[in-house]
C-alpha cells in the first residue's frame, strides 16, 4: 500500500522560511511527477508546484514563482518544497502528492498525503 508522508510545516514570521518533505513508500508503482498543493479551510484545493520525476522540470503557481522551490531526491523517494520571503496569505494545510502517470500538470493525482500545517504570522 502506498503511503505519502509530508513533514516540516510548522509557524513562522512574514518573509521567514520552511522547507517541507514529502516521502512515498510502499506499492509498486514508479513515481512519474510528484507534486505540492494548500488549502485553506472554505476553500477549494490548489496547486503550488509540481515536479517531473524524470525531467526534474519543475513548475509553480505565479503566486510563489521566485519564493518556493521544489527539488526531489529520487533515491529517496523524496520531494521538498523550499518556501521563502512567506508571506501571511501563504498559510494553508499543504498536501504532498503523487501519481505513476506522466504529464505534470495533468489535475488527477492517484497518492495524497494527510497534510501539514503552515501558519505564516504577519
Known amino acids: 500500500q502506498v503511503q505519502v508522508v509530508e513533514s516540516g510545516g510548522g509557524s513562522v514570521q512574514a518573509g521567514g522560511s520552511l522547507r517541507l518533505s514529502c516521502v512515498v513508500s510502499?506499492?509498486?508503482?514508479?513515481?512519474?511527477?510528484m507534486g505540492w498543493f494548500r488549502q485553506v479551510p472554505g476553500k477549494e484545493r490548489e496547486f503550488v508546484s509540481a515536479i517531473s520525476w524524470k525531467t526534474s522540470n519543475p513548475f509553480y503557481t505565479d503566486s510563489v514563482k521566485g519564493r518556493f522551490a521544489i527539488s526531489r531526491d529520487d533515491a529517496k523517494n523524496t520531494v521538498y518544497l523550499q518556501m521563502n520571503s512567506l508571506k501571511p496569505e501563504d498559510t494553508a494545510t499543504y498536501y504532498c502528492?503523487?501519481?505513476?502517470?506522466?504529464?505534470?500538470?495533468?489535475?488527477?493525482?492517484?497518492?495524497w498525503g494527510q497534510g501539514t500545517q503552515v501558519t505564516v504570522s504577519s
Open positions: 502528492a503523487a501519481d505513476g502517470r506522466v504529464g505534470v500538470l495533468r489535475p488527477d493525482w492517484n497518492y
Open positions: 510502499g506499492g509498486t508503482f514508479s513515481i512519474a511527477r
